[in-house]
């Protein structure tokens, strides 16, 4: 079974910055990807960033230059820095995960719980 724990959502007025993180837990044998998706209220879910094991690095065009994501390895952690805040950046984030478990000759993919951001006008 894998966990994944994020925190770090709140409210931030327009321009400000916040920073989440998702911490993977749990018997895998590692991770292949970590990555972060949004899903405002009446929209469908969207793509917001990724990092992969070797730290390569993808991002929706509408965070481009604005949001970072970063990885800790050694805490099975990703940090997504977000910069210049807009209104449109409200939404639930959920971090994703894809681990390689035992046995299992396909990655599997895990979703946290989703950590509210709201940017105030």
């Known amino acids: 079974q894998v966990q994944l724990m994020e925190s770090g959502g709140g409210l931030v007025e327009t321009g400000g910055s916040l920073r989440l993180s998702c911490t993977a837990s749990?018997?895998?044998?590692?991770?292949?990807?970590m990555g972060w998706y949004r899903q405002a209220p009446g929209k469908q879910r969207e793509f917001v960033a990724a990092?992969?094991?070797?730290?390569?690095?993808d991002y929706g065009d509408s965070v481009k230059g604005r949001f970072t994501i970063s990885r800790d390895k050694a805490k099975n952690m990703s940090l997504l820095q977000m910069n210049s805040l807009k209104p449109e950046d409200t939404a639930v984030y959920s971090c994703?995960?894809?681990?390689?478990?035992?046995?299992?000759?396909?990655?599997?993919?895990?979703w946290g719980q989703g950590t509210q951001v709201t940017v105030s006008t």
């Open positions: 990092i992969t094991d070797d730290g390569n690095t």
């Open positions: 994703n995960t894809e681990v390689r478990l035992a046995l299992v000759p396909s990655p599997s993919s895990y």
């Open positions: 749990g018997s895998f044998s590692s991770i292949s990807q």
